[in-house]
């Protein structure tokens, strides 16, 4: 015979419900502790108000793109990844005017960065280089986490190429990184670009006829 379970009384519900309510405040007490103890462990680090409803404030801070901690757990850069079709090689300039490559993004500090180059300009030299210092690349980007010489672009008959130049902190397409010194990776219209720390949009401008 099977047995026929009576259903909790109101009292019995509400009983079960105050202890869940205490095993809970229990447990919120054990974290609010633990986040006063992380706290202390750093000087000069304000604690975080608690809000409306007396949780303590959380404040989230951003992992470096090829932090061991996105490695140890998979995590990704925290943007999509495009996929682009193939695209054609680009028409030479016309009346005067030319294409260029616009490269714009936030440094680590939070100032906004920007440079735009001619396509004329990097035929022209060969290849144009982005680093930290102005003494080993042609574009300079004022970062820590930057190499002196970091990238290499490069106009080839496919169209933009880009070439990591062994960088200290790596550099990414997409959110795929570059082995150092791996040549002709394709650089397309609205690519995210990861430079150490830097994350930019490139965008391909071509003249309007």
């Known amino acids: 015979m099977y047995k026929v379970e009576k259903p909790d009384t109101e009292d019995e519900r509400i009983h079960r419900l105050e202890e869940q309510a205490s095993e809970l405040e229990a447990q919120l007490a054990a974290v609010r502790s633990q986040l006063s103890v992380l706290y202390s462990m750093q000087p000069g680090t304000a604690q975080p108000t608690q809000g409306d409803g007396g949780l303590p404030g959380i404040m989230l801070q951003p992992l470096r793109p090829y932090d061991r901690l996105r490695t140890k757990w998979g995590l990704g850069t925290g943007l999509d990844i495009p996929q ?9 300039a016309s009346g005067g005017r030319t294409s ?3 490269l714009f993004g936030l440094l680590s500090n939070g100032s906004p960065w920007e440079s735009r180059i001619p396509f004329s300009a990097i035929a022209r030299s060969g290849g144009v280089r982005l680093g930290r210092d102005s003494a080993h690349a042609e574009i300079t980007l004022a970062d820590a986490s930057i190499s002196r010489c970091h990238l290499l672009i490069e106009l080839r008959e496919e169209g933009l190429v880009v070439t ?4 200290t902190n790596g550099t990414a397409v997409n959110g795929q990184r570059l082995a150092s010194y791996q040549q002709r ?3 397309q219209n609205s690519d995210t670009l990861t430079l150490g720390d830097i994350m930019l949009q490139a965008e391909i401008v071509q003249p309007q006829h």
């Open 84 to 92: 682009h079709p193939a695209e054609p090689p680009l028409p030479p």
């Open 185 to 187: 990776i394709p650089l």
């Open 100 to 102: 260029y490559l616009r």
């Open 164 to 167: 990591d130049c062994n960088s």
